[in-house]
């Protein structure tokens, strides 16, 4: 992992986890219970009202019911996503990236609700465009399954597991294409509205294959959520909500681009090929029970650059702009 890299990923997010958790700020319980609202409270509509809240307790809870990300079946849904790089500039040629992926979700209980297996395929193409310079494939693939378990130990500590086995290349070799994503983290909700996150996460990605998982998630209102994890950390502002059926935010985040890939260059020699970059990301998401919605997302890309395993040496590339997309149904 160069020092460059070192630097622009994990300073900024240690110096926000550090102001997360030294913060005076208290807020009241974020989520209260539904108990007592009625029966008929689903297809109540609502105008909001400070005022009304504050006498009507029952009113608030409808308010500010979760909405349920999970479905209450075996099949949890699917996800197509999409997404389209433009390079900024000629740097070694330039390189602009197309995308489409298609996920779906199944869950398994391990003898009760609160402890479930989430399996999820997936299939991700990235298309490139560029540099003629670089031998690089035309298509890189990406197949797998992740396994995603959280459990709940007490009323404070609970531990999230994830597990990628995968399919990384062009599709020409199968040397060094599988691959091994892992996450593991131990949850501590030490106020009602910080939680606080310890762990690991191997990337299995020849210029960061580990990386400390260290985060914060704080909640100062039900409007505002800030998500100080790596490698996606963000700011999220609620802009609407409609009880426990669906609600609306917009954000403003970072992540960790790229990826490794088993390929084959013109030589006929196997190689493995790495894409890497940092993104500044504004984006605007609707969440909808039952594991349902959309988002849409743009933003910029920098510290790009092309790596050949066997080189060892990296080809920088101009910055870039990018869009995603996403539904869920």
């Known amino acids: 992992m160069s020092l460059r890299l070192r630097k622009n990923v994990l300073s900024p997010a240690i110096a926000l986890i550090w102001a997360l958790a030294t913060s005076g700020v208290h807020s009241q319980e974020l989520t209260p219970s539904f108990a007592g609202v009625p029966a008929f409270a689903d297809e109540f509509e609502y105008a909001p009202s400070p005022m009304i809240e504050t006498v009507d307790p029952a009113f608030f809870a409808l308010r500010e019911t979760e909405v349920p990300r999970f479905r209450k079946s075996f099949y949890q849904g699917a996800e197509l996503l999409g997404g389209y790089l433009l390079d900024t500039g000629n740097a070694a040629g330039g390189l602009d990236i197309t995308f489409e992926e298609v996920r779906a979700g199944f869950a398994v209980p391990l003898g009760s609700l609160e402890h479930i297996l989430v399996l999820r395929p997936y299939f991700r193409a990235d298309h490139l465009n560029g540099p003629e310079t670089v031998d690089l494939p035309g298509t890189l693939y990406n197949t797998?399954?992740?396994?995603?378990?959280?459990?709940?130990?007490?009323?404070?500590?609970?531990?999230?597991?994830?597990?990628?086995?995968?399919?990384?290349?062009?599709?020409?070799?199968?040397?060094?294409?599988?691959?091994?994503?892992?996450?593991?983290?131990?949850?501590?909700?030490?106020?009602?509205?910080?939680?606080?996150?310890?762990?690991?996460?191997?990337?299995?990605?020849?210029?960061?294959?580990?990386?400390?998982?260290?985060?914060?998630?704080?909640?100062?209102?039900?409007?505002?959520?800030?998500?100080?994890?790596?490698?996606?950390?963000?700011?999220?502002?609620?802009?609407?909500?409609?009880?426990?059926?669906?609600?609306?935010?917009?954000?403003?985040?970072?992540?960790?681009?790229?990826?490794t890939w088993a390929v084959t260059r013109d030589s006929g020699r196997p190689d493995e090929?790495?894409?890497?970059?940092?993104?500044?990301?504004?984006?605007?998401?609707?969440?909808?029970?039952?594991?349902?919605?959309?988002?849409?997302?743009?933003?910029?890309?920098?510290?790009?650059?092309?790596?050949?395993?066997?080189?060892?040496?990296?080809?920088?590339?101009?910055?870039?702009?990018?869009?995603?997309?996403?539904?869920?149904?």
């Open 144 to 259: 797998g399954v992740t396994f995603f378990n959280r459990k709940q130990w007490s009323s404070v500590f609970s531990t999230t597991l994830v597990v990628t086995p995968s399919i990384r290349s062009d599709f020409t070799t199968d040397e060094n294409a599988l691959r091994l994503f892992g996450l593991g983290l131990v949850n501590w909700q030490c106020r009602p509205d910080l939680s606080l996150s310890f762990g690991a996460v191997y990337l299995d990605r020849t210029d960061l294959p580990l990386l400390p998982a260290l985060g914060a998630t704080w909640t100062p209102t039900p409007q505002w959520k800030i998500d100080a994890m790596l490698p996606r950390p963000r700011i999220a502002r609620r802009l609407s909500k409609d009880g426990g059926n669906s609600e609306s935010w917009a954000y403003l985040g970072g992540t960790l681009g790229g990826n």
């Open 273 to 329: 090929l790495t894409l890497s970059d940092l993104r500044l990301l504004v984006g605007y998401e609707w969440v909808q029970a039952g594991n349902r919605g959309f988002f849409v997302e743009s933003g910029y890309a920098w510290n790009r650059s092309i790596e050949f395993e066997s080189s060892g040496s990296e080809i920088d590339l101009d910055d870039a702009l990018f869009v995603e997309a996403s539904v869920k149904f």
